[in-house]
C-alpha cells in the first residue's frame, strides 16, 4: 500500500491549514503515524472526524485508481439500499450499473458494456428524478478513471451521494414526525410557527446526526475494501 508524509498531507492543503495555528495541528495530529504513514492508519484516527479522514485517505497519493472505483460503487450501492430500506425500490438499471462498474474496475468487464451500463443508469435517473441521489451515485460511479484525479471524484462524489440520501431521508421523516405532532394546534399563526420551528429543529437534528452516521459507515467499508487488498 502507497505510504505519503506528514508534509505530503499539508501539500494537499486540507482545510485546517485556513485556521490559526492549523499546520501545528495537522502535524500533532498525524505524528502518532509515524514517519510515513498509509490511508489504512489515516482511517484509524478514531479523534478526526469521519469527513476529514476519507478526504485524506482517498487521495490519489494513497490509493491507486481500482481502489478508489470500487469504493466508489460501494458507496453507490450503498445509498440504493437506504432507497430500498425507506420503501422507494430503485430502478434495476441502477443496481446494474453498479454492478458493471465494479466488474469493470476489476477488469471483469469491457468497456463497451460500462458504456451502456454508464447509458443505462442515466436513462434510469431521469426517469425516476425522485430517486436521482441514489441513481445519480450509481451514475458517477463508472467514472473510467484516466487519471487518479477523476477516479478520486468518483469515489468522492459517490461517497457524498450515499451520506446526502441517508441524511435527508432520516432528515425528512423526523421534519414529517415533528410537523404531525403540531398539527392539532395549527389552528393558530403562534401553533403553526411553533410546528415550523419543530420541523426546522429536527430536520437539522436528525439531518446532522444521520450524515455523520453514513461518513462513520463509509469509513468502516473502505477499511474492509482496504483488508481485501483490491489492488492489483
Known amino acids: 500500500m502507497k505510504t505519503v508524509t506528514v508534509s505530503d498531507v499539508i501539500s494537499w492543503h486540507p482545510c485546517w491549514l485556513d485556521e490559526l495555528g492549523g499546520e501545528d495541528r495537522v502535524r500533532a495530529t498525524l505524528a502518532p503515524l509515524g514517519e510515513t504513514f498509509d490511508a489504512r492508519a489515516?482511517?484509524?484516527?478514531?479523534e478526526v472526524s469521519a469527513d476529514d479522514r476519507l478526504w485524506a485517505a482517498l487521495q490519489p497519493e494513497l490509493l491507486p485508481d481500482r481502489t478508489l472505483r470500487v469504493f466508489a460503487c460501494r458507496c453507490a450501492r450503498r445509498a440504493l439500499e437506504r432507497e430500498r430500506a425507506s420503501g422507494r425500490e430503485p430502478d434495476p438499471r441502477s443496481w446494474a450499473a453498479v454492478d458493471v462498474a465494479e466488474q469493470h474496475a476489476r477488469g471483469e468487464a469491457t468497456s463497451?458494456?460500462?458504456?451502456?451500463?454508464?447509458?443505462?443508469?442515466?436513462?434510469?435517473?431521469?426517469?425516476?428524478?425522485?430517486?436521482?441521489?441514489?441513481?445519480?451515485?450509481?451514475?458517477?460511479?463508472?467514472?473510467?478513471?484516466?487519471?487518479s484525479a477523476a477516479a478520486r471524484a468518483a469515489a468522492s462524489d459517490a461517497v457524498s451521494d450515499a451520506a446526502w440520501a441517508s441524511a435527508s431521508d432520516a432528515a425528512w421523516t423526523a421534519a414529517r414526525s415533528a410537523g404531525?405532532?403540531?398539527?392539532?394546534?395549527?389552528?393558530?399563526?403562534?401553533?403553526?410557527?411553533?410546528?415550523?420551528?419543530?420541523?426546522?429543529?429536527?430536520?437539522?437534528?436528525?439531518?446532522?446526526?444521520?450524515?455523520?452516521?453514513?461518513?462513520?459507515?463509509?469509513?468502516?467499508?473502505?477499511?474492509?475494501l482496504l483488508d481485501e487488498d483490491v489492488t492489483p
Open 42 to 46: 489515516i482511517l484509524g484516527l478514531a
Open 112 to 147: 463497451q458494456e460500462l458504456d451502456a451500463a454508464s447509458d443505462a443508469a442515466s436513462d434510469a435517473a431521469y426517469d425516476a428524478s425522485a430517486a436521482w441521489g441514489a441513481a445519480s451515485a450509481a451514475a458517477r460511479a463508472f467514472a473510467s478513471a484516466a487519471g
Open 180 to 224: 404531525s405532532a403540531f398539527a392539532r394546534a395549527a389552528a393558530s399563526d403562534a401553533a403553526s410557527d411553533a410546528a415550523s420551528d419543530a420541523a426546522s429543529d429536527a430536520w437539522a437534528s436528525a439531518w446532522s446526526a444521520s450524515w455523520a452516521a453514513e461518513r462513520d459507515a463509509h469509513v468502516i467499508d473502505l477499511i474492509e
